[in-house]
T-cell receptor
Framework: GAGVSQSPSNKVTEKGKDVELRCDPI?????LYWYRQSLGQGLEFLIY????????KSGLPSDRFSAERTGGSVSTLTIQRTQQEDSAVYLC???????????FGAGSRLTVL | DQQVKQNSPSLSVQEGRISILNCDYT??????FLWYKKYPAEGPTFLIS?????DKNEDGRFTVFLNKSAKHLSLHIVPSQPGDSAVYFC????????????FGTGTRLQVTL
């Protein structure tokens, strides 16, 4: 596609439920990233996929968070047993190889009640 | 521990004047710095970058200055235009880890008529 596509754009869930957020990167971009922005904070790195290499999961805040990238394209970020502190905008980005210039999607706003 | 700091949450500038957005960092391993711009309901978009081997980079109305000894960088926009009104994020990456950007909390710029 022309840009990075994320869905859903908004998600409201109850504490304890699982959620899945989807990212469709720019075609041909081999690198895919997940960041999140909590209220009043900067963007926080979560996870990075590059080609067939093992993902860099060093930013995932807890083992309730996981992500996968199928076929080197679409990625899903899963949050299990959501907590109120998980409320944030989750941003996906992609780039051509390992590069600093990322193209971001519009984000998925998650609200945990 | 905020490694990239944008101490001004907001800035208001008159159209045609210069906008100066500041960013400080604490990690001496950072060697590449970027500015991203974000409009409401959109993802951040890349604006301009600078490598630590330079002290200035210019692109049209946008100039980024880097003072390594002070661990400080700034973004100058001149002349400012109403369309520049957005949130500006400073970001940095460490040597060898281009994939993992550390972002500041952002400065909201409003350019008034």
């Amino acid at each position: 596609g022309a840009g990075v596509s994320q869905s859903p754009s908004n998600k409201v869930t109850e504490k304890g439920k699982d959620v899945e957020l989807r990212c469709d990167p720019i075609s041909g971009h081999t690198a895919l990233y997940w960041y999140r922005q909590s209220l009043g904070q900067g963007l926080e790195f979560l996870i990075y996929f590059q080609g067939n290499s093992a993902p860099d999961k060093s930013g995932l805040p807890s083992d309730r968070f996981s992500a996968e990238r199928t076929g080197g394209s679409v990625s899903t970020l899963t949050i299990q047993r959501t907590q109120q502190e998980d409320s944030a905008v989750y941003l996906c980005a992609s780039s051509l190889g390992e590069a600093n210039v990322l193209t971001f999607g519009a984000g998925s706003r998650l609200t945990v009640l | 521990d905020q490694q990239v700091k944008q101490n001004s949450p907001s800035l208001s500038v008159q159209e045609g004047r210069i906008s100066i957005l500041n960013c400080d960092y604490t990690n001496s391993m950072f060697d590449y710095f970027l500015w991203y711009k974000k409009y409401p309901a959109e993802g951040p978009t890349f604006l301009i970058s600078i490598s630590s081997i330079k002290d200035k980079n210019e692109d049209g109305r946008f100039t980024v200055f880097l003072n390594k000894s002070a661990k400080h960088l700034s973004l100058h926009i001149v002349p400012s235009q109403p369309g520049d009104s957005a949130v500006y994020f400073c970001a940095a990456s460490e040597i060898g880890t281009a994939s993992k950007l550390t972002f500041g909390t952002g400065t909201r710029l409003q350019v008034t008529l």
